[in-house]
């Protein structure tokens, strides 16, 4: 029997029993609470389109519930779950290629969000370990982006702190700051390929966060939260604090055009139908660029911290790189009207619906490619998801 078929025996519509899962799959924290992952409540059930299972990274009380990777079916049963140790939580859980194989991968460790610290990991559709991934030159990974590239190396981020002088800017001149990295790494040596740092590229002046009251305090300026690649190989890079994404070039770090924040590349445009923000923006504490091709992108649009958008939403956006002109060509808002204050991203499947994770709202929904809300499941309050996919597992052999 497959280990997929055999969790599914296992599991229920709600919820795994830890102490009926074999150490195997289950992980050796299973038995340390026999709460296991929090129940998922489908609220409107999805269309049967082939496109596969739930990923989500459930995080919440650990009193409550176990944290860890799991995969759902469409209808919310327990497909497998993997408990990870008290006070650890995992993130970016879905399934990617690695030597031309199907693989699951995650991070897992602490701090997500913060200054975190954490290990990348990669397992083969045998549910077992094959490989681990760790940030270089001294730095530790961070949960926001595990990304194995066609040309099978990781794209992974992380944060520093330094001190920074901001007289320049109304500021200290011993501010400690938190900058965020990118690294290119080889899975198979741990050698960095490439690193590309936000303070060496961006001002500080171009954040919308607030200063600390104190300098000792560090300051999290930009926030970076995704590496992605663009449709010709080049980098998107996301960052929160300042509203804006990076086109980054792979090779030379060079930025090569800028969506919003205070210094876009391009004037923003609403398409009929459409509307920016109350600041006049396309999205503001944003998340997960994705290129859909096209000369289209995606963004998970928070518009959390003030008052800009009544809820949160995923926004398509055309770029026209001859005019500079970025227009917002269609969004698929919270269906409860909410305001997700931080993480969530935004999924295009195959067949063009859009599929959502809600990050700090206890949430995940599909939509069709017209806008109608297809399927949507909600976790306990206090429970969060930082992304969900939707992907197949096992692929076809």
């Keep these: 029997m497959h280990p997929r078929s055999l969790i599914r025996w296992l599991a229920g519509p709600a919820a795994v029993l830890a102490g009926l899962l074999p150490a195997a799959l289950a992980g050796p924290a299973a038995a340390a609470s026999p709460a296991g992952p929090p129940p998922v409540t489908v609220l409107t059930s999805g269309p049967d389109n082939g496109n596969g299972d739930i990923f989500i990274s459930p995080y ?27 006070g650890e939580e995992a993130s970016d859980f879905r399934t990617q290629r690695y030597l031309g194989k199907p693989v699951l991968t995650w991070w897992q460790g602490t701090g997500l969000g913060g200054l975190s610290s954490g290990t990348d990991y990669i397992y083969d559709d045998h549910y077992q370990q094959i490989a681990t991934v760790q940030a270089g ?26 001190t920074a002088n901001l007289t320049a800017i109304g500021g200290p001149a011993d501010q400690r700051v938190i900058d965020g990295l990118v690294q290119e790494i080889d899975i198979k040596t741990g050698r960095v390929l490439f690193q590309w740092d936000s303070a060496g590229h961006v001002p500080y002046a171009d954040s919308y966060q607030p200063r600390p009251p104190s300098p000792s305090t560090p300051w999290d300026w930009f926030h970076i939260n995704a590496v992605h690649l663009d449709t010709d190989s080049n980098l998107l890079v996301d960052s929160r604090n300042t509203w804006t994404t990076f086109k980054v070039n792979r090779h030379t770090g060079q930025i090569m055009w800028q969506l919003g ?9 609403a398409a009929p139908g459409q509307v920016l923000d109350r600041d006049g923006k396309i999205f503001a504490w944003q998340h997960d660029p994705e290129a859909i091709g096209g ?13 800009l958008l009544s809820s949160s939403r995923v926004v398509t956006v055309r770029l026209d790189l001859a005019t500079r002109v970025a227009t917002l060509v ?28 809600w990050g700090a709202l206890p949430y995940v929904s599909e939509f069709s490619p017209a806008g109608k809300l297809l399927f949507n499941a909600k976790l306990p309050a206090g429970v969060s998801t930082y992304r969900a996919y939707l992907l197949p597992w096992p692929p076809a052999s």
């Design 60 to 86: 919440g009380p650990a009193t409550s519930y176990q944290n860890g990777p799991e995969i759902l079916s469409p209808s919310g049963q327990v497909i497998w779950f993997h408990p990870v140790p008290a």
């Design 137 to 162: 030159n001294g730095y530790t990974a961070d949960g926001h982006e595990f990304l194995i590239t066609p040309w099978n190396t990781a794209l992974i981020l992380a944060y520093t702190t330094a």
């Design 261 to 269: 924040g205070k210094h876009s590349s391009f004037s923003l445009r």
């Design 295 to 307: 000369g289209e992108y995606t963004f998970f649009d928070d518009e959390s911290g003030g008052n």
């Design 330 to 357: 269609k969004s698929d808002n919270q269906p409860e009207h909410q305001v997700a204050q931080v993480m969530g991203n935004g999924q295009t499947t195959p067949g063009g619906d859009m599929f959502v994770g």
